[in-house]
C-alpha cells in the first residue's frame, strides 16, 4: 500500500504588525519533493483551511514553483477536517507564523497524537516543532518528553532580528517542555531522529529530515 504523508501549514500571516509571514514554502516544497521521488502520496492541511500563507518563496527553485503548481495553496483543507487515520506520517511544516498558530491547539496536535500512537512517524522542521511544545498522548505526557530534537536555534532567530518579536523562543520552549533540545552550526543542516520522532533545525534541513522519514517508513 502506498504510503501517505500529511503536511501540516500554518494559516497565520501577521508578524506582530512588522510583514506578513506564513510557512516557510522550501520547507514544504523540498519534503514533498524527496516524498514523491519515493513514490509516496503527500496531502496538505493547513490550521484553519483556506488560503496558506506563504513566506520564502523563491522562484528560481524548481522545487518550490512545482510544489505551489501541484497544490491549490489558495483553498487548503482545515486541519480540523482532517483524519489522521489516513497517515501515516505527518510533517509540521515551518515558517514564522507557525509560532503563533501551532501552540496550544487541538486541531494541530490532535494528527500528530494520532499517527504517532497509531505507530506512525511525526516530524516538523525549523519553526514546525511549535506543533510539539503542546502536543500530549493520551496518558497526559509530552511527545517531546525525554526525547532528543532539533528546532530553530536562539542563535539563528537572533540572527534574523526576531527575538523580541516570537511570541517565545522555540529552542528554550523545547527543552521546557522535557526535550534535548541539539542545536547545529547555524543554517546548516541539522536533522536529529529520536524513535519516530524526527526533526530538522532550519530551512536547510529540510530534504534530509525528509530522507530520514522516508527510512523511518521504509
Not at 493547513?46 to 514553483?65: E, F, H, L
Not at 487515520?85 to 501552540?103: E, I, N, Q
Request: one cysteine or more.
Amino acid at each position: 500500500m502506498t504510503k501517505r504523508i500529511l503536511i501540516v501549514l500554518t494559516s497565520h500571516d501577521d508578524l506582530a504588525g512588522l510583514r506578513k509571514t506564513g510557512f516557510y514554502v522550501s520547507e514544504a516544497a523540498h519534503p514533498w519533493q524527496v516524498f514523491r521521488e519515493a513514490g509516496y502520496e503527500v496531502e496538505l492541511a493547513s490550521v484553519a483551511g483556506g488560503v496558506a500563507p506563504q513566506d520564502g518563496y523563491d522562484p528560481d527553485d524548481a522545487a518550490q514553483r512545482e510544489f505551489v503548481a501541484a497544490f491549490d495553496l489558495e483553498h487548503t483543507t482545515a486541519l480540523a477536517d482532517v483524519d489522521p487515520s489516513r497517515y501515516d506520517a505527518v510533517l509540521y511544516a515551518g515558517g514564522h507564523g507557525t509560532m503563533w498558530d501551532f501552540p496550544a491547539n487541538p486541531d494541530v496536535s490532535r494528527p500528530g497524537r494520532d499517527v504517532y500512537e497509531a505507530g506512525g512517524v511525526v516530524a516538523a522542521v525549523c519553526h514546525g516543532p511549535a506543533a510539539l511544545v503542546d502536543l500530549t498522548l493520551s496518558d497526559g505526557s509530552f511527545l517531546l518528553d525525554g526525547k532528543r530534537v532539533a528546532g530553530f536555534t536562539n542563535a539563528e532567530e537572533q540572527a534574523v532580528g526576531l527575538t523580541d518579536v516570537v511570541p517565545f523562543l522555540l529552542a528554550d520552549k523545547l527543552t521546557e517542555r522535557g526535550a534535548t533540545h541539539v542545536p547545529g552550526p547555524e543554517w546548516q543542516p541539522q536533522v536529529v531522529v529520536d524513535g519516530r520522532l524526527a526533526t530538522g533545525q532550519n530551512p536547510q534541513s529540510a530534504t534530509a529530515l525528509a530522507q530520514e522519514i522516508v527510512k523511518l517508513l521504509s
